[in-house]
């Protein structure tokens, strides 16, 4: 079935980059409109912030290197009824940076506020009570989910861990399948018994069943068939109309984030180089990283991998080593910002031009 764009494409002509984003091809199915906060103009209610949040790891042992930045300096934040798509490849920081935001690892450096409380100096007590109002969803859904419990069970326990007085565990369990598009029957099942997008669903209801405000979604189609990945996607946007939640949406995948983000932030080596609408950063990315990235999805013609297409990126890649160390993040128009220097976003521009 033919897959609906999540955003309008300005007419005319595009650059060689732009204009193959224009065209990619996203999971199957038919994917509607994201709605919700992109069109909300006025003041946002501000769920969750993060300032200069720094993460490190050891270098592998016996290899003698420096430690590895994983996470370098970001600074973000989320408000209410709005998805922040983080992109970047696989070891930019981008799983560690929503761990980071949970508290699930500790950051080296930094603030971290959560509707007006700062996580990094919470104590262990008050980090669990506050547990149930932060929930994430896993990337595999099996591995997530005990294979030892039945759905009521694992759904459920986030209810008791959340030592809620006075709720309705079995109505709150079974209210929360049918959020997410599961039938009842499903509550005596096993983990096994599941397909991959059923068991990604009651995973999703685990995160849901606490009533959580702020929610990370690492990666959360990339281990189902494409044919399951359109459903829960939609499934997404539709939980985002109804609860508006704050998101984070984790995604190696420049489509499926262009389908349910508001805003998208692209992290490179550890910190993010390009923050904006999803217009700004698909339609007209500066750095050249996304640029890069946007370049490398197959369009689905065979002029997807040209000798012409193979020499946009070459030539990126190029542009990339050239930029040497990164620069700040700042805003360059409303609701934009670049890690570029003011005389490398002039050359940016110019060489986007160039490619027209």
């Given at each position: 079935?033919?897959?609906?764009?999540a955003?309008?494409?300005?007419?005319?002509?595009?650059?060689p980059?732009?204009?193959?984003?224009a065209?990619?091809?996203?999971?199957?199915?038919?994917?509607?409109?994201?709605?919700?906060?992109?069109?909300?103009t006025?003041?946002?209610?501000?769920?969750?912030?993060?300032?200069?949040?720094?993460?490190?790891?050891?270098?592998?042992?016996?290899s003698g290197?420096?430690?590895?930045?994983?996470?370098?300096?970001?600074?973000?934040?989320?408000?209410?009824?709005e998805?922040?798509?983080?992109?970047?490849?696989?070891?930019?920081?981008?799983?560690?940076?929503?761990?980071?935001?949970?508290?699930?690892?500790?950051a080296?450096?930094?603030?971290i506020?959560?509707?007006?409380?700062d996580?990094?100096?919470?104590?262990?007590?008050?980090?669990?009570?506050?547990?149930?109002r932060?929930?994430?969803?896993?990337?595999?859904?099996?591995?997530?989910?005990n294979?030892?419990?039945?759905?009521?069970?694992?759904?459920?326990?986030?209810?008791?861990?959340?030592?809620?007085?006075?709720?309705?565990?079995?109505g709150?369990?079974?209210?929360?399948?049918?959020?997410?598009?599961?039938?009842?029957?499903?509550?005596?099942?096993?983990?096994h018994?599941?397909s991959g997008g059923?068991?990604?669903?009651?995973?999703?209801a685990?995160?849901?069943?606490?009533?959580?405000?702020?929610?990370v979604?690492?990666?959360?189609?990339?281990?189902?068939?494409l044919s399951?990945?359109?459903?829960?996607?939609?499934?997404?946007?539709?939980?985002?109309?109804?609860?508006?939640?704050?998101?984070?949406?984790?995604?190696h995948?420049?489509?499926?984030?262009?389908?349910?983000a508001?805003?998208?932030?692209?992290?490179?080596?550890?910190?993010?180089?390009?923050?904006?609408?999803?217009?700004?950063?698909?339609e007209d990315?500066?750095?050249?990283?996304?640029?890069?990235?946007?370049?490398?999805?197959?369009?689905?013609?065979?002029?997807?991998?040209?000798?012409?297409?193979?020499?946009?990126?070459?030539?990126?890649?190029?542009?990339?080593?050239?930029?040497?160390?990164?620069?700040?993040?700042?805003?360059?128009?409303?609701?934009?910002?670049?890690?570029?220097?003011?005389?490398?976003?002039?050359?940016?521009?110019?060489?986007?031009?160039?490619?027209?």
């Amino acid at each position: 079935m033919p897959v609906r764009a999540a955003m309008s494409v300005r007419a005319g002509p595009l650059p060689p980059v732009r204009a193959a984003a224009a065209q990619r091809q996203g999971p199957a199915g038919s994917l509607r409109p994201l709605r919700g906060a992109a069109l909300n103009t006025g003041a946002r209610d501000v769920i969750i912030s993060a300032s200069n949040l720094q993460k490190r790891f050891p270098a592998p042992w016996g290899s003698g290197g420096a430690p590895v930045k994983a996470v370098d300096g970001v600074d973000l934040e989320v408000a209410r009824g709005e998805t922040l798509g983080l992109v970047g490849e696989s070891g930019s920081g981008k799983s560690t940076l929503g761990r980071l935001l949970l508290r699930l690892l500790e950051a080296d450096a930094g603030t971290i506020r959560f509707q007006n409380q700062d996580l990094t100096k919470l104590s262990s007590r008050r980090l669990r009570q506050l547990r149930p109002r932060m929930q994430i969803v896993f990337q595999n859904p099996y591995s997530a989910l005990n294979p030892r419990m039945r759905v009521d069970r694992i759904i459920g326990f986030n209810i008791r861990a959340a030592r809620q007085a006075g709720v309705d565990r079995r109505g709150r369990v079974a209210e929360t399948l049918s959020l997410v598009g599961l039938d009842r029957d499903m509550l005596r099942r096993y983990p096994h018994q599941l397909s991959g997008g059923q068991a990604q669903r009651v995973g999703i209801a685990r995160a849901l069943v606490s009533a959580p405000s702020f929610l990370v979604a690492d990666e959360p189609v990339s281990a189902l068939d494409l044919s399951v990945q359109a459903e829960i996607l939609n499934l997404f946007a539709d939980l985002q109309d109804r609860l508006n939640l704050a998101c984070i949406f984790i995604s190696h995948n420049l489509q499926v984030v262009r389908h349910v983000a508001h805003r998208v932030a692209v992290m490179y080596e550890g910190r993010i180089v390009e923050l904006g609408t999803r217009e700004a950063v698909y339609e007209d990315p500066l750095h050249p990283y996304p640029r890069l990235l946007l370049s490398a999805i197959p369009t689905g013609t065979r002029s997807g991998d040209t000798s012409a297409a193979r020499s946009v990126r070459q030539r990126l890649k190029q542009e990339i080593r050239e930029l040497g160390e990164q620069a700040a993040l700042h805003e360059v128009r409303p609701g934009h910002s670049v890690a570029l220097r003011s005389t490398q976003i002039e050359q940016q521009r110019s060489l986007a031009v160039g490619q027209e």
